[in-house]
């Protein structure tokens, strides 16, 4: 079956530090590939998302490459702000099932001032 | 455009009744997915569901159905609730075959 595995939280970093949350995948076909954000008391927001190998998904300075030799996707920031805590998923969908999400357990970040 | 809406966004039940959720999807979204957040079990697809025909279903029991009216609002319903049904009940709309779902704030369901 599918299946996303994340790196454990959480992970504590300082202001401005480089992040670096690994995700990696097992799917059957070709999936589509998603990292989702949920704020404290909020639903998930979509943060990037990548649909073929080499494709780089990116937004609000976070970027994430679909790497098909490795099955990864791999999501990255250089500098970090207080405002980056939360909790990060991510995810993939895969052919005729694109309305069905396979989430990874989550990777909460903490960012201190 | 609105985003996705939850109705209620709290709830508290005793075990044994049962609940109905309602989302309002993206105008102009066809397709509404459910999904249950738990501490213990992260995120778990319920089911999707495509102009009013549930395309895919997730591993829950019988007693977790769903519905869409032609108007693509959707509708969950747990029946019988067992105290392990508390969770942060989880609505998103698509817009089609992209794969990227757009998420409301939540129902959260206590069941004492």
């Known amino acids: 079956g599918n299946s996303v595995t994340q790196m454990e939280g959480p992970v504590t970093l300082s202001e401005e530090a480089f992040l670096t949350i690994n995700c990696t995948y097992t799917?059957?076909?070709?999936?589509?590939l998603f990292w989702y954000v949920q704020y404290p008391g909020e639903g998930l927001q979509l943060l990037l998302k990548?649909?073929?190998?080499?494709d780089k998904g990116s937004n609000k300075g976070f970027e994430a490459t679909y790497r098909k030799e490795t099955t990864s996707f791999h999501l990255e920031k250089g500098s970090v702000q207080v405002s980056d805590s939360a909790v990060y998923f991510c995810?993939?969908?895969?052919?005729?099932?694109?309305?069905?999400?396979?989430f990874g357990a989550g990777t909460q970040v903490v960012v201190t001032p | 455009k609105a985003g996705v809406t939850q109705t209620p966004r709290y709830l508290i039940k005793t075990r044994g009744q049962q609940v109905t959720l309602s989302c309002s999807p993206i105008?102009?979204?066809?397709?509404v997915s459910w999904y249950q957040q738990t501490p213990g079990q992260g995120l778990q697809f319920l089911f999707e569901y495509f102009s009013e025909t549930q395309r895919n279903k997730g591993n829950f029991p019988g007693r977790f159905s769903g519905r869409q009216f032609s108007n693509s609002r959707s509708e969950m319903n747990v029946s019988t609730l067992e105290l392990g049904d508390s969770a942060l009940y989880l609505c998103?709309?698509?817009?089609?075959?992209?794969?990227?779902?757009?998420f409301g704030p939540g129902t959260r369901l206590t069941v004492t």
């Open positions: 799917a059957t076909g070709y999936p589509s």
């Open positions: 990548a649909t073929k190998a080499d």
């Open positions: 995810a993939l969908s895969v052919g005729d099932s694109w309305g069905k999400l396979q």
């Open positions: 998103a709309s698509s817009p089609g075959t992209t794969g990227e779902q757009y």
């Open positions: 105008s102009g979204h066809r397709s």
